[in-house]
């Protein structure tokens, strides 16, 4: 048989929440533990602590004990620089000057323009500054030739005795002697045919073998190392191992012949 009366939920209602006051509420569904905890409380002006900020940064900024000192230097201000004292300020009544110049310039465009005094002789300010030379002038400018007459020198050898008086040809390459140029009679090589035997060929040894004897050819085993099944001929080498190693610890960690 079903309920007859539904289910409210694990949360209580909007209507349960009217039996207690809005501080309630507030409180139990709009704090943290955080905040139920550790509660905010402004500190009185007396508890406050000092901010050495204040003391060791004085005068850098604004404090309680003093104001900011801006880094003025002295006895200089603005009319120090070139740029204030290139342009100051000019009085004014430019105005009338310029407008007496307007007049004047006005009234010369109204008046006919007439002929130039200045006399036209058909010359040029170049021909003027510029002038040319007369043909007296031109001879006495003239001077006369002072190169030096033409006389031999002594480009490729200097004047006098030379030190070397025979060449490095004439010294080293002379004409070969005439007496030992005469060919001489000279017996034949004796024939080998007849020689008997054969050819032995040395033995080839390596430089392992040359340097440490029969013993260079095989590498003995460590005695530390693992036993394992050997050939013949390693067995027979192993007899030369001095065996009193084996009852040796080497190491702490390790027990003898290992």
């Not at 079903?2 to 694990?10: A, D, I, N, R, V």
């Not at 880094?71 to 407008?99: E, F, I, M």
């Not at 009234?107 to 002789?121: I, P, V």
């Amino acid at each position: 048989m079903p309920p007859l009366y539904p289910s409210p939920g694990p949360f209580p209602t909007g209507r349960s929440l009217s039996a207690v006051s809005q501080d309630e509420v507030r409180k139990f569904y709009y704090e943290t533990q955080a905040q139920r905890s550790c509660p905010g409380r402004e500190i009185s002006e007396e508890s406050r602590g000092e901010n050495y900020a204040n003391v060791h940064a004085i005068g850098q900024r604004s404090t309680r004990y003093l104001k900011f000192q801006p880094n003025v230097a002295p006895l200089t201000n603005r009319l120090a620089c070139r740029h204030t004292q290139t342009y100051v300020p000019l009085p004014l009544g430019d105005n009338k000057v310029n407008s007496a110049l307007a007049a004047s310039f006005k009234a010369g465009w109204q008046q006919t323009k007439g002929g130039s005094m200045a006399e036209m002789d058909g010359t040029t300010t170049n021909e003027d500054i510029y002038v040319a030379c007369s043909t007296h002038d031109l001879l006495r400018a003239r001077q006369p030739n002072k190169k030096p007459p033409l006389t031999l020198t002594h480009t490729v050898c200097p004047p006098g005795h030379l030190m070397e008086t025979v060449s490095h040809e004439q010294r080293h390459f002379q004409r070969p002697r005439q007496d030992i140029l005469k060919a001489e009679r000279v017996d034949p090589p004796r024939p080998g045919m007849e020689m008997g035997g054969a050819a032995i060929d040395p033995p080839k040894r390596t430089t392992m073998f040359r340097e440490y004897g029969k013993d260079g050819h095989c590498i003995y085993k460590s005695a530390s190392s693992p036993k394992l099944e050997g050939t013949k001929a390693e067995k027979e080498e192993a007899k030369n191992i001095a065996w009193n190693v084996m009852n040796i610890r080497r190491n702490p960690y390790m027990s003898p012949g290992q």
